[in-house]
């Protein structure tokens, strides 16, 4: 004997047939949509609660031209930085009534192969959390909204806005609080310079340094955001008897930095200021705890996904970036310059 299969759930035809009403007006009940009776309203709801009806994704996007989805495309870097904003996002696209669609760029795929594979499963807007530069303008073949959280991006709809946070200020913000303490100048150990943050702070960084008529000292070569490659530049500075104090473009370079004059029996801050980038979550706990700049990574996923659910319901997106600004808090890394003796070989 044949068994049953399992049972199909009843559909918008069945809700609109017992409410008496067309597929239409359910969908606008379904949707939240405006124009429908206080009357006519509670009667498909009545016959949404009697039938169990289950509205179907791929069927009120037919309906609607909405998936009510957003597709993320990220680096996929296991870094503290790409990874908080990663998750605000996702959190920030939950709370807005969206479902999140990832493509990771990891293992060398590009930007806009990562693309292609949210288009293709369906997606209302896109968020680009890729901070690496691929070496040439990206251009983006989609007539969907885009917000980038890093560098602008150009697409065939023309349809694209940028949420970040403001590195070039936050550099500005440490080199400057450096200088006040009485620093000649202050030097940098930059990020990769491929990563747009990464040269943001150097820009930043160089702002201030003009600005104050201070000399610009050479940037150490190597720093990929690991306190190894800031271990290695502090191996670097130490020998030079003229540094006292470091910018560090992350917290774990920065790390590394202290690491790397302990072991010289350099003293932070007594010998040399040294400021981080991120505030990460043992940065307060550090000996000594390390003077950082604090990236609100919720506000700026928060802006991103606003930005980018107007955009689908119709609004226009901002023509000029969105800048969310980044916090210095001052620890115990930094202090006033101080005259002292030869260094340490």
Not at 16 to 34: D, L, W
Not at 63 to 88: C, D, H, K, N
Not at 278 to 305: E, G, H, I, K, N
Request: glycine share 10%.
């Amino acid at each position: 004997m044949a068994t049953a299969g399992p049972r199909r759930g009843p559909g918008m035809t069945e809700v609109a047939r017992a409410a008496g009403v067309s597929q239409k007006t359910v969908s606008r009940v379904v949707n939240g949509e405006p124009h429908v009776s206080p009357e006519v309203r509670e009667r498909v709801l009545r016959a949404i609660r009697d039938l169990d009806y289950r509205p179907n994704t791929a069927a009120r996007a037919l309906l609607l031209g909405r998936y009510r989805r957003i597709g993320v495309v990220a680096l996929g870097s296991p870094l503290y930085g790409p990874t908080s904003l990663l998750f605000g996002l996702e959190q920030a696209v939950r709370r807005a009534g969206y479902t999140f669609a990832l493509a990771s760029t990891a293992r060398s795929r590009r930007v806009t192969v990562a693309v292609e594979s949210l288009l293709e499963h369906g997606v209302d807007g896109l968020a680009l959390v890729e901070p690496v530069d691929e070496g040439a303008p990206l251009r983006l073949h989609t007539d969907l909204p885009v917000v980038s959280l890093c560098a602008p991006v150009d697409t065939a709809g023309g349809r694209s806005a940028v949420v970040r946070a403001d590195g070039v200020t936050a550099a500005r913000l440490a080199t400057e609080h450096l200088l006040a303490l009485g620093h000649r100048t202050v030097w940098h150990v930059p990020g990769p310079q491929d990563w747009f943050s990464a040269r943001e702070r150097v820009q930043g960084w160089r702002e201030a340094l003009a600005a104050a008529g201070a000399p610009e000292p050479p940037l150490p070569a190597g720093g990929d955001w690991t306190p190894a490659s800031g271990y290695a530049a502090g191996r670097h500075l130490a020998r030079l008897p003229d540094v006292t104090a470091v910018f560090a473009a992350n917290d774990d370079m920065a790390i590394g930095l202290v690491r790397a004059f302990a072991e010289v029996g350099l003293t932070v801050p007594h010998d040399v200021s040294v400021v981080g980038f991120d505030d990460v979550p043992v940065a307060p706990y550090l000996s000594p705890p390390l003077t950082t700049l604090r990236q609100d990574f919720t506000a700026v996923a928060d802006r991103a996904v606003g930005a980018l659910t107007a955009a689908i319901e119709g609004r226009p997106l901002p023509t000029e970036p969105t800048d969310v600004a980044v916090e210095l808090q001052i620890r115990n890394s930094t202090a006033p310059v101080r005259a002292r003796g030869p260094r340490p070989g």
